[in-house]
């Protein structure tokens, strides 16, 4: 078992910046990949951005150049730099990870931002 533990979300005004982390603890030697998705209300929860063992990582069309996603495997956290927030950003924010079978896939309880206009 994985359990994720996510921190910094919070209120901030439109152009602000805010860094989440999301700390795994448990058997992480079993994941591969780690995400942020988010869901907004009334919306379908969307990838935000991912990230392999290896650091690469892809982004959504609506944060690139705005979000910058890094992973410290040495502490198992994953952190998300989320610069010049716009409205349209906030949401509940989820941490997501997994491993190489269906089995291996962990969610957690999600941190709310808030950016206003």
């Known amino acids: 078992q994985v359990q994720l533990v996510e921190s910094g979300g919070g209120l901030v005004q439109a152009g602000g910046s805010l860094r989440l982390s999301c700390t795994a603890s448990?058997?992480?030697?079993?994941?591969?990949?780690m995400a942020w998705f988010r869901q907004a209300p009334g919306k379908q929860r969307a990838l935000v951005a991912r990230?392999?063992?290896?650091?690469?990582?892809d982004y959504a069309e609506s944060v690139k150049g705005r979000f910058t996603l890094s992973r410290d495997n040495a502490k198992n956290t994953m952190y998300l730099q989320m610069n010049s927030l716009k409205p349209e950003d906030t949401a509940v924010y989820y941490c997501?990870?997994?491993?190489?079978?269906?089995?291996?896939?962990?969610w957690g309880q999600g941190t709310q931002v808030t950016v206003s206009s």
């Open positions: 990230i392999y063992r290896s650091g690469s990582a």
């Open positions: 448990g058997s992480v030697s079993s994941i591969n990949s």
């Open positions: 997501r990870a997994w491993g190489p079978t269906i089995e291996i896939d962990y």
